[in-house]
């Protein structure tokens, strides 16, 4: 089982600066792991607002340079490193990300690389298996101290996928954990075959679906290309994600259902601050679901008084 949880499913410039739809990426919360993947502005304050606590994320996957996707990879590097007091967690990104594009620039500080238990450079032809080993990281209020106790390693697969896309570094993904394959195109134009077989069988294709239709700015999927995607690929189900402003505006639940009408394959469209669960099969809330535990902590806690 796989949680995916949304921490902002919003795209493009004018939607980035607006903020209707978040750019916080999204979280793949496993069994015994906790991935970030494209940790953009305001990816912190909507993990905190959905119940998570940012130290114990295990790995950032960072698909390519652009703010959107890796403005707050820096103040998570901080959390998982214990707040700086230990060298744990796993950055795994995009050249681009980690030493810089043609000009020089790299998005992720050598600083917060230096943070990480691990940095990895990684790209659209590559293929790993990650392990990772669990520590426990120190409170707010411990000392600089060694890490705690380590327990077993923990493991998820990552195959690359090409895009196209202006940052030449950036990959899309097929992610295997706890025996569930979710794909991640990123930012990319619909590239015939060789999306089409890099994305078949899926439980699971998370699509960065820009637009509704094409209006001729290269670099990212629209609703038209998407269908010939899904008619060929046939994931079991398709989420959309990094929806653009027109679309947001003109309904996303309604592109979905286009989508899935035309393509044959079931499709909703992401919401901020709602995870889907692949076990249960549905959407939760995460601010209701923080809500429910701490109620329960509550009504533990007051029952534990009446005992004593």
């Not at 953009?40 to 114990?56: E, F, S, V, Y």
């Not at 659209?124 to 060694?146: G, L, M, V, Y």
Request: aromatic content about 6%.
């Amino acid at each position: 089982m796989v949680d995916i949880l949304f921490l902002g499913t919003g795209g493009g410039r004018f939607n980035l600066v607006k903020q209707l739809r978040g750019t916080g990426g999204f979280m793949l919360l496993g069994r015994t792991l906790t991935l970030h993947v494209d940790p953009g502005p305001g990816a912190l304050l909507r993990l905190l607002d959905a119940g998570q606590d940012p130290t114990k994320t295990d790995a950032l996957i960072v698909t390519h340079m652009h703010v959107d996707h890796v403005s707050d990879a820096g103040v998570l590097a901080e959390a998982m490193s214990g707040f700086t007091f230990t060298r744990r967690g796993l950055l795994v990104a995009a050249q681009s990300v980690l030493e810089g594009d043609r000009h020089g620039d790299r998005t992720v500080s050598r600083y917060h690389q230096g943070l990480l238990g691990e940095c990895a450079a990684f790209g659209p032809n590559d293929s790993r298996q990650f392990e990772i080993k669990k520590e426990k990281s120190p409170s707010s209020s411990t000392a600089r101290a060694p890490a705690g106790p380590s327990t077993p390693a923990s493991s998820f697969h990552l195959r690359g996928v090409p895009v196209k896309h202006d940052d030449k570094a950036g990959f899309g993904f097929v992610l295997e954990m706890d025996g569930v394959k979710i794909g991640y195109t990123s930012d990319t134009e619909y590239l015939p075959g060789i999306h089409d077989r890099a994305y078949a069988g899926l439980d699971v294709l998370i699509a960065n679906n820009l637009k509704s239709a094409a209006d001729g700015i290269p670099d990212h999927l629209h609703s038209g290309d998407l269908i010939k995607l899904l008619k060929s690929a046939k994931p079991k189900l398709c989420i959309l994600s990094h929806m653009g402003l027109g679309l947001i505006q003109s309904g996303p639940e309604a592109e979905a259902a286009r989508i899935e009408s035309a393509s044959g394959v079931p499709t909703i469209a992401g919401k901020d601050g709602y995870y889907y669960c692949t076990d249960r099969c549905g959407w939760f809330d995460a601010a209701k679901e923080k809500k429910k535990a701490s109620e329960e902590k509550g009504r533990a806690r007051e029952g534990q008084k009446k005992l004593e």
